[in-house]
Every structure is written in structure tokens, then in C-alpha cells.
T-cell receptor, first 113, second 114 residues
Framework: DADVTQTPRNRITKTGKRIMLECSQTKGHDRMYWYRQDPGLGLRLIYY???????NKGEISDGYSVSRQAQAKFSLSLESAIPNQTALYFC????????????FGDGTRLSIL | RKEVEQDPGPFNVPEGATVAFNCTYS??????FFWYRQDCRKEPKLLMS???SGNEDGRFTAQLNRASQYISLLIRDSKLSDSATYLCVVNKVPGGTSYGKLTFGQGTILTVHP
């Protein structure tokens, strides 16, 4: 089983719909992250959490919200999806300090029509 | 200026070639550096960390030059399976705390052909 699991793997939906992407991990890491990846723009950080009671905005948090339900679970929500949120979304985890590398889930390919 | 800049390539090299990628970063307080590899439509995977003294892992050698704020990755004896996008990743330490966020470069595309 994968250490970092994202669901769903693919999703097609319509503008205005509420969408939740889920991430769970078995690595026991405290830190979890959500990124989106667009062609030519690389990976951009949406939100991150350093423990269950900690939520921080990344560089592109507008239009997104997150919930850290437990150490192992970090979900990303799009309250009212818009087409420019079509992207590949990755969840990642890391152990305590920023000096540690991050481990990524398989990604969720989201298309908003 | 972008925080982490890479030559996007693409680099097209024959099998057996040696290829080098460079990356520059803007935050002199950056403390940790990594190279990730990403295959098409797949998740990024850690290739290697980059240490101040330079480090080698098989055919891959990473170098760090703090004075010039750049990182390099050298791949020797390229294989077809090395074809991927290589991401330069830099730790940012805001406010001097022990917390850090990673900043990713846009990636350098490598294609190794027979």
C-alpha cells in the first residue's frame, strides 16, 4: 500500500460544484502539504499543516480551504470550483523540520468544466 | 526574480552521455536542498539530497555552491530510464525558525534517446 494515498485519482466536475480531495498517510509524519501543478508553472503550495492544530496558507490559497482531521488525514476543499482550478493536485508529507524531504501521493487530476 | 530558477530545457542526449543541470536560488538563508525526479503525470520523487560538501549516488552527483547560490546535478552514462523532469528544490526558513517550506523550481526536462 502507498504511504501517501490521495482520493479520488481523477475527477471531472462542473463549475460551481463543491469538491473535496482527500489525503491520508501511514508514514507517521506531522507535516502535510497540498500543491497544485500546472504546465509551465511547476508546483505551487496551496496550504500546509505542521500538526493537527496548525493550518497555514501557501502561495495560492484563494478559492481553497483545508481540514486536518487527524495526524494522518489532510483534506483540500474547493467550495465553488472554477475552470482555472483545473490542475494536477498533490498531497505531500514530511517529518518535523524543513530539512527533511517531502513524500508525495500519486496525485489527483481534477478537471472543471 | 523567481525564488528557484532552472533551465527548463528540454535536454535531448544520447544514451551514455553526461548531462548537467544547474539551478539558482534567491534566498541566501536557504538551508536544505534536494533534487527530485518527476515522470510524466506521476508524483515527484526524491532523487537525492544535496550536501554542502557535494555528494554522489551512483551515476548522479550533486553540488552546492552557497556563495553563488546555485545547485547542480550531473548525470553520467545516461540511460533511457533517466528520461524525466528534474526538479530543483530549496528549503525556505521563514523568520529564522526551525520550520521550513520547500520551494520547487519549474523543472528541467531530460530526454535520453538511443
Amino acid at each position: 500500500d502507498a504511504d501517501v494515498t490521495q482520493t479520488p485519482r481523477n475527477r471531472i466536475t462542473k463549475t460551481g460544484k463543491r469538491i473535496m480531495l482527500e489525503c491520508s498517510q501511514t508514514k507517521g509524519h506531522d507535516r502535510m502539504y497540498w500543491y497544485r501543478q500546472d504546465p509551465g508553472l511547476g508546483l505551487r503550495l496551496i496550504y500546509y499543516s505542521f500538526d493537527v492544530k496548525d493550518i497555514n496558507k501557501g502561495e495560492i490559497s484563494d478559492g481553497y480551504s483545508v481540514s486536518r482531521q487527524a495526524q494522518a488525514k489532510f483534506s483540500l476543499s474547493l467550495e465553488s470550483a472554477i475552470p482555472n482550478q483545473t490542475a494536477l493536485y498533490f498531497c505531500a508529507t514530511s517529518d518535523f523540520a524543513g530539512s527533511q524531504p517531502q513524500h508525495f501521493g500519486d496525485g489527483t487530476r481534477l478537471s472543471i468544466l | 526574480r523567481k525564488e528557484v530558477e532552472q533551465d527548463p530545457g528540454p535536454f535531448n542526449v544520447p544514451e551514455g552521455a553526461t548531462v548537467a543541470f544547474n539551478c539558482t536560488y534567491s534566498n541566501s538563508a536557504s538551508q536544505s536542498f534536494f533534487w527530485y525526479r518527476q515522470d510524466c503525470r506521476k508524483e515527484p520523487k526524491l532523487l537525492m539530497s544535496v550536501y554542502s560538501s557535494g555528494n554522489e549516488d551512483g551515476r548522479f552527483t550533486a553540488q552546492l555552491n552557497r556563495a553563488s547560490q546555485y545547485i547542480s546535478l550531473l548525470i553520467r552514462d545516461s540511460k533511457l530510464s533517466d528520461s524525466a523532469t528534474y526538479l530543483c528544490v530549496v528549503n525556505k526558513v521563514p523568520g529564522g525558525t526551525s520550520y521550513g517550506k520547500l520551494t520547487f523550481g519549474q523543472g528541467t526536462i531530460l530526454t535520453v534517446h538511443p
